[in-house]
């Protein structure tokens, strides 16, 4: 029997925030990669710009407000974004997530969850086109190499989740902001 939980409407709401990942993931899939081919001047300013939201979102006020469900499809498209490279995915959904007034703590676990259903999408995807087979002799490594980074993520989470809490975002930022500006400025040089 169906019922309109709070387990049902979250569910819903990560289903919202993948859309346009998804959507992006489609139809803009060569796009993106062109994108991933050395462009240290572009992932600077990336880097750059998750250091502005990662300061915005420390200094915005903590709310126990939850993610609605329009909240959820604007972090979707935070998330979207952040598949530019330079653009931190985490960074850019729980910022996203407070900026919107959203509480801290249930904003870094939203941002968790919402990525763990695309991560099996692409996967699923690149088994039935043939990317990723049972044959080929890097499965293994690859299988071993996800277990290790869902596990290495789940800790991340945890440990994301208590630094958000504690208003520690422009840690990140400062980190964010030093290797964009070197990444710049490498950039220019090299031109």
Do not use: H
């Not at 490594?141 to 520690?168: D, H, R, Y």
């Amino acid at each position: 029997q169906f019922k309109w939980n709070e387990e049902t409407q979250f569910s819903v709401k990560i289903v919202l925030s993948m859309i346009p990942a998804v959507l992006i993931g489609l139809f803009f899939e060569e796009q993106l990669e062109s994108l991933f081919g050395g462009n240290i001047l572009f992932v600077g300013m990336m880097l750059i710009i998750t250091a502005l939201l990662l300061w915005l979102a420390d200094k915005a006020k903590d709310t126990q407000k939850p993610v609605s469900f329009q909240n959820a499809f604007t972090i979707g498209i935070a998330q979207a974004i952040a598949m530019l490279p330079g653009i931190s995915r985490s960074g850019a959904t729980i910022s996203t997530s407070v900026l919107l007034g959203n509480d801290k703590a249930k904003a870094a676990r939203f941002s968790f969850l919402m990525v763990v259903p695309l991560i099996f999408g692409k996967i699923a995807k690149d088994i039935l086109s043939g990317d990723i087979t049972t044959e080929s002799g890097n499965f293994t490594t690859l299988s071993i190499g996800f277990i290790a980074a869902f596990i290495s993520g789940l800790v991340a989470c945890t440990w994301m989740i208590k630094l958000v809490k504690k208003s520690k975002l422009s840690w990140f930022a400062i980190y964010c902001l030093i290797v964009g500006v070197i990444a710049v400025g490498f950039g220019y040089y090299n031109l």
